[in-house]
């Protein structure tokens, strides 16, 4: 090859070199954009959904503890419609025991304090009240994801409680932890 | 010569840049999956873990409760209690004190009851004491107030056992 083709090949693989880099980094750039973006959107909407499945767990908890408290109150006090009502407010209304016995629950099971306040932060108490059926002689009370106590009244008094749903009460079949989805960088 | 070896090393460099660029983007994608893989399995693993430590708290905790409420229900002797907890947790069983006329019966350290009765009885041709009228269940442990339930325990001594 003569000395002016082997000039001329210099220059052409000089400019293409140039916008080779120029492509290059270009495409750098968006690459790392996207791949960013898209990590943090799949990783975000991944914990976001589980952290909401903990938090679900957690109000159950709530309710489920309350409905136990109620029916103890029930079987070891006054048995009558007039107390069912005022041992549901007081055990509503008192917040901090509510927490408390939750929390209780929770140590027990071997979670610590830290984990408890990350997902108390976000699942606070469950939220209005656990009484879903309220007529004369009839009450019913949410104890959890899929679970309700009935009490019966007859003549103001209590005639029997039903609480085999809190007795046979179990979150892992209603509750679950996905497995994460596959990455996808589109 | 000098000029060839140039154009030469430039040539590479030019299919170097070509192989590089095609390359680059799967270097992300890697590095993208591995983050992302790393992070949402940490994230699988952990609230997994709650989920069932919460799940398996449970399962003790309600057999508590149970006990504590049927017994309010149906029992009153020691004998009945006895009965009731191996219902619910047949390797475990409670403790007597006649001393202070009370039954407890500790699950787990998160779960224990203590029965209150009212009077001690004894077998006359065996001479084993046991309890009876009950009185009440202590939950407060199952509340969450560990330390009056330890305190109101204090001092117990073991009775007879059924």
């Given amino acids: ?42 990783e ?15 109000r159950s908890v709530d309710q489920y503890s309350m409905a136990w408290k109620l029916v103890y ?19 509503e209304n008192d917040k901090d025991a509510r927490f408390k016995q939750i929390s209780h629950l929770y140590t027990g099971a071997g979670i610590n304090d830290a984990v408890q306040n990350s997902i108390y932060e976000k699942a606070g108490l469950a939220e209005g009240t656990i009484l879903v059926k309220n007529e ?12 309700v106590v009935k009490f019966t009244f007859v003549k103001g008094k209590l005639k029997n409680v039903d609480y085999s749903a809190l007795v046979q009460y179990n979150l892992a079949n209603s509750l679950k932890i996905e497995k994460p989805a596959e990455y996808h960088f589109e | 010569m000098n000029l060839k070896n140039i154009a030469i090393a430039l040539t590479v460099l030019v299919f170097g840049l070509i192989a590089m660029l095609f390359m680059q983007k ?43 409420c049927q017994a309010l229900q149906t029992v009153k002797t020691s004998q009945d209690m006895a009965r009731l907890e191996a219902k619910f947790f ?24 203590v ?48």
């Fill in chain 1, 1 to 42: 090859m003569d000395k002016k083709k082997m000039k001329i090949l210099v220059v052409v693989d000089v400019v293409i070199l140039v916008v080779l880099i120029v492509v290059l980094k270009s495409l750098q750039g968006g690459y790392e954009e996207q791949a960013k973006r898209t990590v943090n959107e799949q």
């Fill in chain 2, 26 to 68: 799967g270097n992300y994608v890697n590095q993208a999956k591995e983050h992302y893989d790393a992070t949402t399995a940490k994230s699988f693993k952990g609230n997994s873990m709650v989920l069932e430590l919460v799940n398996n708290g449970i399962e003790t905790n309600k057999s508590t409760w149970a006990i504590a």
């Fill in chain 1, 73 to 91: 109150s029930m079987l070891s006090g006054a048995k009558t419609e007039a107390a069912f009502k005022s041992n549901l407010a007081a055990i």
């Fill in chain 2, 90 to 113: 047949p390797a475990t069983k409670g403790t007597m004190s006649i001393t202070n006329k009370t039954r407890r019966f500790e699950a787990s350290s998160a779960n224990v009851i």
């Fill in chain 1, 44 to 58: 975000s909407s991944y914990l976001e959904k589980n952290t909401q499945v903990l938090v679900e767990q957690w």
């Fill in chain 1, 136 to 147: 004369k002689g009839s009450k019913e009370v949410a104890c959890g994801k899929n679970c």
């Fill in chain 2, 115 to 162: 029965s209150t009765f009212g009077k001690v009885e004894e077998d006359k041709k065996t001479g084993v004491k046991s309890l009876a009228d009950l009185q009440s269940v202590d939950v407060s442990v199952l509340l969450g107030n560990v330390v009056a339930s330890a305190e109101s325990d204090e001092g117990a001594e073991e009775g007879e056992e059924e």
